[in-house]
């Protein structure tokens, strides 16, 4: 089967940080189903695992975990879905990911494709929506209020991939005041019209802008990326006994500063729960299937931004490229092989 790997980690501008290479085709078993890939999309976690990961010596890496496709096989123990069946997911930290033409995932990390999207728009969403998901209501528990303070959550980053479903899941899954921030004309105006009551630009100080929106100090603040760089601002404008979440990777992380407002701090990797084989590994599964039919229902739209073509080594350099600029608005996607 055809594929994309790589063998030594390496800047996006050498030849060969990422080739095109022909791999056998695997075989599903236990739980797992085979999933003839039909697009992925591109997120920052791959940039970073082909920056730094070394795969075993003659052996290719092969990134990716977005993904829609169409069920082909499905290991002996298998039993929510069959050959035929449309599915998209985000999958699990595997050494064989969906940047080739068939993968194999676990079922409970698979939820059903919504049958308004086509194969590209419904890759854009699995590894960003479930991260939303999982940071809003399993970490920040945003639906359980901080007592006599703005009901009001803050997403930094709110144009990019997480903060872009974010966004959306907040306005329509919870009574929040949405708070995005974005810094360019053309965010600002995404975030807006995924449903954003406010937005604030964070290349200037935080703390000054939200508190010039006038609505009091917010209960929750979500961290999609440059935590380091806003930290002590987000001290000083979150709420008194408010919840912090985060989901990049700050080389430090000093949360001293939360203490005189005895703010929580909850870290967000979606892989967890797939990583250590949690009990609840299935939620992700469920997760994938409500927002199946938000987006069926039209409560929620694709945060596709961009499609690169299809899938081979030229057009994942040029995602990764983009995506390493930290200027992508929405998701990468490429399609076909």
């Given at each position: 089967m055809?594929?994309?790997g ?14 095109d290479i022909?791999?056998p085709?695997?075989v ?18 791959d ?5 730094s ?26 039993s ?7 599915v998209f ?8 990911g969906?940047?080739a ?6 079922e409970r990390?698979v ?5 308004s999207l086509d194969y590209?728009?419904?890759?854009a969403?699995p ?7 999982e940071?809003?209501f ?9 007592a006599?303070?703005?009901?009001a959550?803050?997403i ?11 966004v959306?899941?907040?306005r ?5 005041t ?21 937005v ?11 508190a ?10 979500f961290?999609?990326t ?9 001290a000083?404008?979150?709420a ?7 989901i ?25 729960r ?9 939620a ?5 299937n409500?927002?199946?039919?938000l987006?069926?229902a039209g409560?929620i ?9 299809p ?6 350099k ?12 929405g998701k990468?996607?490429?399609e076909g092989f």
């Amino acid at each position: 089967m055809r594929a994309v790997g790589y063998q030594i980690p390496a800047p996006i501008t050498d030849e060969t940080s990422l080739v095109d290479i022909d791999l056998p085709k695997p075989v599903p078993k236990s739980r797992q189903l085979l999933v003839e890939v039909k697009a992925i999309s591109v997120n920052p976690v791959d940039t970073k695992v082909r920056r730094s990961a070394r795969p075993e010596a003659g052996t290719w890496r092969v990134l990716g975990w977005d993904a829609a496709g169409r069920v082909v096989a499905t290991g002996p123990d298998a039993s929510l879905f069959k050959p035929g069946d449309d599915v998209f997911y985000s999958g699990a930290l595997a050494p064989q990911g969906t940047n080739a033409e068939f993968h194999l995932v676990d079922e409970r990390l698979v939820g059903r494709k919504p049958g308004s999207l086509d194969y590209a728009q419904a890759a854009a969403l699995p590894l960003t929506a479930v991260t939303a998901f999982e940071a809003l209501f399993d970490r920040l528990d945003v639906k359980k209020p901080v007592a006599g303070v703005a009901n009001a959550i803050l997403i930094i980053g709110g144009a990019g991939g997480v903060g872009s479903i974010t966004v959306q899941l907040a306005r329509q899954l919870t009574d929040l005041t949405v708070i995005a921030t974005a810094s360019r004309p053309e965010t600002r105006d995404w975030v807006l019209g995924l449903g954003a009551h406010h937005v604030v630009d964070h290349s200037r100080p935080l703390a000054a802008e939200v508190a010039a929106l006038g609505i009091g100090a917010p209960a929750f603040v979500f961290s999609t990326t440059n935590t380091d760089r806003h930290l002590a601002e987000i001290a000083e404008l979150i709420a008194p006994q408010g919840r912090f979440g985060l989901i990049d990777d700050p080389q430090t992380l000093d949360i001293n500063p939360f203490k005189r407002k005895s703010v929580s701090v909850h870290w967000e990797l979606m892989f967890t729960r797939s990583l250590f084989e949690t009990q609840d590994m299935a939620a992700q599964g469920k997760h994938l299937n409500e927002l199946s039919r938000l987006v069926d229902a039209g409560t929620i739209r694709t945060t596709l931004g961009e499609t690169f073509g299809p899938i081979n080594a030229a057009n994942l350099k040029r995602a990764h490229a983009l995506i390493e600029t930290g200027k992508a608005k929405g998701k990468i996607v490429l399609e076909g092989f």
